[in-house]
């Protein structure tokens, strides 16, 4: 079993609609928790970063943690086809080595 | 705030040469960079850590001799890949933490092709 699990897609939804991506982890350690953004042939993008459990929202992006479950998800209202990359998921217990999901590719067609 | 550069973007070298790849973290400093490597459709794996003025700490399976890292400042990290191979054609990403950050912040990547 992996360590993280994310669904790789990929997931296409219409402009407008609100996305949910999750991550299920293993490691009850795990105390940061991040979401990266990965447009094709660039290098990951922080989008939201979480300590502990909990939500934090940015924008039209939405952060939940829940530490009971091992379960994070990122929402994305009013999607927009500029929305439309690979989204990771990391974990970490700290700032030394994290842990990344598969990553799911997301299209947002207009 | 927490900007990390990488040079070159793209590169192109013929078997058996060595490639450098610099990184650079420009608007702090990085007391610990990582370097990872990516294959298409796939997601990151680590390679190596390293800690400014200390030796790099390779992952498992990750040739130290094949992929030197050097970390001699608190802004610069360099990956050089030597004697490369078809096969070590892949994007190389590093990323960059600093005192008080918990969280890695990473560069746009290198994408290096060997022929």
């Known amino acids: 079993q992996k360590e993280v699990e994310q669904d790789p897609g990929p997931l296409s939804v219409p402009e407008g609609a609100i996305v949910s991506l999750n991550c299920t982890y293993s490691?009850?350690?795990?105390?940061?928790f991040m979401w990266y953004r990965q447009y094709s042939r660039k290098g990951p993008e922080l989008l939201m970063y979480?300590?502990?459990?909990g939500n934090k929202e940015d924008g039209r992006f939405t952060a939940q943690v829940d530490k009971s479950s091992k379960y994070i998800s990122l929402f994305i209202r009013d999607s927009q086809p500029s929305d439309s990359a690979t989204y990771l998921c990391?974990?970490?217990?700290?700032?030394?080595?994290?842990?990344f999901g598969q990553g799911t590719r997301l299209t947002i067609n207009p | 705030g927490a900007v990390v550069s990488q040079h070159p973007s793209w590169v192109i070298c013929k078997s058996g040469t060595s490639v450098k790849i610099e990184c650079r973290s420009l608007?702090?400093?990085?007391?610990?960079m990582f370097w990872y490597r990516q294959f298409p459709k796939q997601s990151l794996m680590l390679m190596a850590t390293?800690?400014?003025?200390?030796?790099?700490?390779?992952e498992q399976g990750v040739e130290k001799d094949k992929f030197l890292i050097n970390h001699a400042s608190l802004t610069l990290s360099t990956l050089t890949v030597t004697s490369a191979h078809p096969e070590d054609s892949s994007f190389y990403i590093c990323s960059a933490t600093g005192e008080g950050q918990e969280t890695q912040y990473f560069g746009p990547g290198t994408r290096l092709l060997v022929l």
């Open positions: 979480t300590y502990s459990s």
């Open positions: 490691n009850s350690a795990f105390q940061y």
């Open positions: 390293s800690n400014e003025g200390s030796k790099a700490t390779y």
């Open positions: 990391a974990m970490s217990q700290g700032a030394q080595k994290l842990v």
């Open positions: 608007d702090f400093q990085a007391t610990t």
